[in-house]
């Protein structure tokens, strides 16, 4: 009998049916790392959204099989530690494809149509003062027309790239693996930052992506374009971009930051950061959402036990 240990649950509101095998479930809401290795300790099988699983904690975990990330990245997982011990990893793919998509053009068109300042202006008293019918102190600029930039091409990346055409946007793409999708423009990354209107990053943080975009990268960004940010926080030098914001070069619309939550004193949660929107990791959050994730997440768990394990990592 599998012993079935979920480490947050409290991150995923949803209905979580239980597994077709035989097992015993333990839900804790929410898990500290330093009471990781006793809340695992006898399971053959932890589900985790995203607490970390270190190396060192692993080698105390001699009947741990199987990890079920609930969540599409892994790197709160030392792959390698769990490789070495025979334990199989299984991730969440592909749930995501309508939330974080739209969240990426709510961040795009609240900067694009200058939403947030508008808003304070009506709040403030400046449209019932106006000397004409309308407000338009602040520059406001259409999506139609101008190239999205996408960093990134699997599923998330031509899902933003579907909802640009729509707008029509002129979208170009940047990505390491061969592009076999007809009609797609690809660029080389210093064209697709000289020229691109927007930026959206749709990539896993690994050693060869963290930090991809730094105070080189923004300096060679097109002036007023936008970055987007639904991935990793860690894909983006989070001190250079507040200093490039600061000099009003570029906007940005982020959903992550490299450290969640973030401490007092971050760089990106200064109040005088103009043109910038940031969202509390929820992207990816919305119900319908959710829902997707914890049945796949069964379907993980169901998989390993008939032994025809998918999603593997």
């Known amino acids: 009998m599998h012993h079935i240990v979920f480490l947050d649950r409290d991150s995923i509101v949803a209905d979580l049916r239980r597994p077709a095998f035989d ?5 804790h809401p929410a898990t500290a790392p330093e009471h990781v290795v006793e809340r695992l300790r006898g399971a053959t099988i932890c589900v985790t959204n995203k607490v970390p699983i270190r190396a060192a904690q692993i080698e105390q975990l001699p009947d741990l099989r199987m990890i079920a990330v609930a969540a599409t990245g892994t790197d709160n ?12 990893v299984a991730n969440i793919r592909n749930y995501s494809l309508n939330t974080v998509p739209e969240h990426c053009f709510m961040l795009m068109l609240a900067l694009r149509r200058r939403l947030l300042d508008y808003r304070a202006d009506v ?25 999205l930039g996408i960093v990134g091409y699997g599923a998330l990346g031509q899902a933003v790239a579907r909802i640009g055409r729509a707008f029509g946007m002129e979208v170009a793409v940047h990505t390491r693996s061969p592009l076999a ?28 992506t963290r930090h991809l975009i730094g ?19 860690g894909l983006v030098d989070e001190a250079a971009l507040a200093t490039a914001l600061r000099s009003g070069r570029i906007a940005a619309g982020f959903d992550v930051l490299s450290q969640e939550p973030p401490p007092p004193g971050h760089p990106l949660l200064a109040a005088d950061l103009p043109n910038f929107l940031l969202t509390p990791h929820n992207a ?23 032994g025809t394990p998918r999603n593997v990592i």
């Open 23 to 27: 097992h015993a479930w333990t839900d």
């Open 77 to 88: 997982i030392d792959l390698a530690a769990a490789r070495a011990r025979g334990i199989l």
């Open 123 to 147: 709040a403030a008293g400046r449209w019932s003062q106006a000397p004409r019918f309308c407000l338009f102190d602040h520059p406001i600029r259409d999506l139609a027309g101008s190239t």
């Open 181 to 208: 999708a007809a009609g797609v423009r690809a660029l080389p990354w210093s064209d697709l930052l000289r020229t691109a209107d927007v930026v959206s990053l749709h990539l896993p943080l690994t050693a060869a």
């Open 215 to 233: 105070a080189p990268e923004l300096a060679a960004m097109k002036p007023g374009a936008l970055l987007i940010n639904t991935a990793r926080g």
């Open 284 to 306: 990816w959050a919305s119900r319908d959402a959710m829902q997707t994730l914890a049945d796949m997440l069964v379907d993980n768990l169901d998989a390993f036990a008939a």
